[in-house]
């Protein structure tokens, strides 16, 4: 019993024991195709490679740069021509304006000394060139003119038209002809004729209130050149319509002519003489036209003075005579005097300017004797001003002391005290 016991056992434990080797070489086998072959538990990790081959993807980038050098290159070059053709365009722009400048100096010159001519009753005497400034502004137009009565402030013998900061404003017509013009005291249309030698002259409209009724009154002048271009005959005319409630022109009524200007000149363009017949007013178509008067101007110029003889048809002993205009070198008014050739009338006006060169003192003498001054306070350059400029009266006595004097443009006087010649205050 002991042997069979132990055969058995025996037996058993080959058979467990060989069971255990085979599972192990199982198990070792299996592990060992586990770790030849991962992707039976675990996916293998993907790796993104190029479609393309090598060669393909290397041309494709040299097509790349290609492409872009040619794009920055069509860049470039567009770049330049725009930047070419906007200097051309600023080019060919500032010609245009030169050449409008260029017309407008030509052209200004004759027509502004026909409108003062025409529209003021100052004689000018001589006109600067206007000059461009850059390429793009005019200078201002100045003048001279011979003043015969001085009484206001600044520079009343020089005249200026500004034609730069703070320019006059003009039209053009098709043709670049100058067709309307709005400065300070002068504003009209103009017309002008075929041949160049006349001119005419449209005035701004006005509204005449009489006993009548109301009458619409335009003026317009027409002013005739000599062959050298210059103004030698104006007629001013009125054209009287009937003016509606509105204030607008209505049915025409008739045209009078109201003046007639003719001048002759030197080899100097220098004025010698100026003629001007006056037509008395006339109100209705049926009023006889006539001559009121008709007054010449004879001038003689030696170095700086001018001497302008004045003569009236019919003769007027009073207003007829001599003016004697005497400038300085730098053409500032030293003086004006007035002789009639009644001998009644023996004046004569002296002119103190500032260091500004505008009126500083005129100082009126009548037969020998300054009664009277005028004199000017400036505050150009003082925003706080009330007035830019103030003119006081002086009286003078027969001793040659002022005793009195009056703030014109305030209102306001004061006098001094004949003892202690202190002055009271202004009130």
């Not at 100052?122 to 001279?144: A, E, M, P, R, V």
């Amino acid at each position: 019993m002991k042997y069979i016991f132990f055969y058995r056992f025996m037996i058993k434990s080959i058979l467990l024991f060989t069971i255990i080797l085979v599972s192990e070489n199982i198990c070792a086998q299996h592990t060992k195709d586990s770790v030849k072959v991962k992707s039976l538990y675990r996916p293998p990790v993907s790796i993104q490679q190029d479609t393309l081959p090598v060669s393909d993807s290397v041309l494709l980038r040299e097509q790349f740069i290609y492409d872009s050098l040619l794009a920055r290159q069509a860049f470039i070059r567009d770049s330049i021509a725009a930047r070419e053709q906007f200097v051309r365009d600023s080019i060919a722009k500032r010609q245009r304006i030169l050449d409008s400048l260029n017309m407008l100096r030509q052209v200004l010159p004759q027509l502004l000394d026909a409108t003062i001519k025409t529209l003021k009753e100052d004689i000018i005497i001589n006109q600067q060139k206007i000059c461009i400034i850059g390429d793009s502004t005019l200078c201002n137009y100045t003048f001279n003119v011979l003043p015969f009565n001085l009484s206001q402030p600044y520079t009343p013998w020089k005249g200026e038209i500004n034609l730069s900061d703070n320019p006059v404003r003009m039209e053009f017509s098709a043709n670049n002809q100058v067709k309307s013009l709005q400065a300070p005291g002068l504003t009209c249309t103009f017309v002008y004729g075929k041949n160049g030698k006349i001119l005419r002259i449209n005035e701004k409209a006005v509204i005449l209130n009489k006993s009548t009724g109301k009458l619409y009154k335009e003026p317009f002048d027409s002013v005739f050149f000599d062959v050298r271009g210059r103004v030698a005959k104006i007629k001013r005319y009125i054209h009287f319509s009937q003016a509606t409630d509105s204030y607008r022109k209505g049915a025409s009524l008739f045209v009078h002519l109201t003046q007639v200007k003719q001048f002759d000149y030197d080899n100097d363009n220098q004025v010698t003489k100026m003629n001007v017949v006056n037509f008395c007013d006339r109100w209705s178509a049926a009023t006889e036209h006539k001559v009121c008067n008709i007054i010449t101007y004879s001038f003689n110029k030696q170095g700086n003075t001018y001497f302008i003889t004045r003569k009236n048809d019919p003769a007027n002993n009073y207003s007829d005579g001599t003016f004697t205009i005497e400038f300085d070198a730098m053409e500032n008014l030293k003086s004006l005097s007035f002789l009639n050739s009644g001998k009644s009338e023996n004046w004569k006006t002296h002119v103190e300017v500032n260091q500004d060169g505008n009126v500083k003192r005129y100082l009126y003498e009548i037969n020998g004797k300054i009664n009277q001054t005028l004199d000017f306070n400036y505050f150009l350059n003082d925003p706080q001003a009330k007035y830019p400029v103030e003119q006081i009266k002086c009286t003078f006595e027969d001793d040659g002391v002022s005793y009195y004097q009056l703030n014109t443009t305030t209102g306001k006087s004061r006098t001094r005290d004949r003892m202690t010649g202190e002055w009271s205050p202004w009130r």
